[in-house]
């Protein structure tokens, strides 16, 4: 069965300081992997996805992923993190057929001055 | 840009009452999804629709149906509201092409049944 874990439930980090979040999945075929952010109030908005290709994805707002197949991850990673980006971060894996998007629980990102 | 716009962003109702859930999408989406979201539980999904009139169950159906007679609307129904259905609730909408094409949201509609 599909999954994905996200292993930090809440990580805090220093604005202007790089970030690093984790996102495993569990699926049978080829993966289509997204990154979600997800505002206080506020619905998900896409940051990034992938599907083939280039395994380093470029996204929105400075993010980007790396798909790595041997372990399963799809980090989300940002330079210098600004407190603009304080907000919950989802990680999801779709089916082939796109009727089913599993998300992880979520992390939820703190930015200290 | 796509638009997924739900109808109300909070919503309070009592006990027994049926409740409606509008959504709107503006980018002609084949599917629409409706997904209840809770602190510790991430996304679970309620229902998905591929084409007008037509629906699946998802993850916890129960206590909801879901109705869509135009392409562009998807509504969720509480048949009779319980306390264990406060939560948020959120809309989506895909392009019907496979698992590559992202599911778009609306902001949410925060409900509370007292």
């Known amino acids: 069965a599909q999954s994905v874990t996200q292993p930090d439930i809440h990580i805090t980090v220093s604005e202007g300081a790089s970030l690093e979040l984790r996102c495993n999945y569990s699926y049978g075929a080829t993966p289509y992997l997204f990154w979600y952010v997800q505002s206080p109030g506020q619905g998900l908005q896409l940051l990034l996805k992938y599907f083939s290709g280039d395994t380093l994805v470029q996204g929105i707002k400075g993010f980007e992923a790396e798909f790595k197949r041997s372990q399963s991850s799809f980090n989300l990673r940002k330079p210098s993190v600004h407190w603009s980006d304080a907000a919950e971060y989802f990680c999801a894996v779709s089916n082939q057929a796109g009727t089913a998007l599993i998300f992880g629980k979520g992390t939820t990102l703190s930015v200290s001055s | 840009d796509v638009k997924v716009t739900q109808s109300s962003r909070y919503l309070v109702k009592r006990t027994g009452e049926k409740v409606f859930l509008e959504c709107v999408q503006d980018?002609?989406?084949?599917?629409m999804f409706w997904y209840r979201q809770d602190p510790g539980l991430g996304l679970r999904l309620i229902y998905f629709?591929?084409?007008?009139?037509?629906?699946e169950k998802g993850d916890i159906p129960e206590g909801y149906s879901v109705s869509r007679e135009k392409k562009e609307r998807f509504s969720l129904i509480l048949e009779s509201a319980s306390t264990n259905q406060t939560s948020m609730y959120l809309c989506?909408?895909?392009?019907?092409?496979?698992?590559?094409?992202?599911?778009?949201f609306g902001d949410g509609t925060r409900l509370s049944i007292l």
């Open positions: 989506a909408s895909s392009l019907a092409q496979g698992g590559n094409q992202p599911q778009h």
């Open positions: 629709s591929y084409d007008v009139k037509m629906k």
């Open positions: 980018m002609d989406h084949e599917n």
